[in-house]
């Protein structure tokens, strides 16, 4: 939210603000990940089944992102740090403003099984207690949920004009 002259309006990010945001998520959920793989109780570990499973029997697309997010939050919950928690919650916010442009992207039908597979593969290692495949897992998740969002904000020209210099993706890799 931006002061304006009468009351507050959303703040319009540039796509390398939100790319920043794509990166600090990616950051801060491998590390839930994998502080879920280490923390985890056997309820925490059901909780993540469930939405996990509800997801994988729903079909509709907005149920399905709000499955997603429930789980990318159980998920969090079950690292029992509430402080990556309440970060992401922080971050999921300031991007949830562009979400009727990055829909239409991350909701095609390839990409939904793709997501239903990395969560699988997710949730086998928080399951095993594999904490480093957890967090390698969430890492090339989440890249390519930030490749999507990107994508599809470029070509839908939402916020301000790219700045004239060129803009360098990061992989992270994070020891």
């Known amino acids: 939210m931006e002061r304006a002259t009468r009351g507050y309006v959303v703040r319009t990010r540039t796509p390398e603000e939100i790319l920043e945001i794509c990166e600090a998520r ?3 959920e491998s590390s839930a990940a994998q502080a879920a793989a280490v923390h985890r109780t056997q309820l925490d570990l ?9 997801t994988a029997a729903t079909t509709d697309p907005a149920d399905l992102r709000e499955l997603n997010h ?11 740090n509430a402080t990556i928690a309440e970060l992401m919650g922080r971050l999921d ?16 039908p390839d990409n939904l099984g793709l997501i239903l597979e990395e969560h ?5 290692a928080v399951r095993h207690r594999e904490a480093e495949a957890a967090r390698e897992r ?10 999507l969002r990107i994508g599809a904000l470029a070509r839908s020209g939402r916020g301000t004009p790219w700045r004239t210099r060129p803009v360098r993706v990061r992989r992270f890799v994070i020891a």
């Not at 429930?70 to 029992?80: C, D, P, S, T, Y």
């Not at 949830?96 to 992207?105: E, G, Q, R």
């Not at 969430?138 to 490749?147: A, K, L, N």
Request: no cysteine; glycine share 4%.
């Open 120 to 124: 699988a593969g997710i949730l086998d």
């Open 46 to 54: 059901a909780r993540v089944v469930h939405v996990h499973e509800s």
């Open 26 to 28: 990616i950051a801060l």
């Open 70 to 80: 429930q789980w990318h939050v159980a998920l969090r919950e079950a690292g029992h």
């Open 93 to 108: 916010a300031q991007l949830k403003v562009y979400d009727s442009h990055t829909a239409p992207a991350t909701d095609l």
């Open 138 to 147: 969430m890492v090339t998740h989440q890249s390519r949920t930030r490749d």
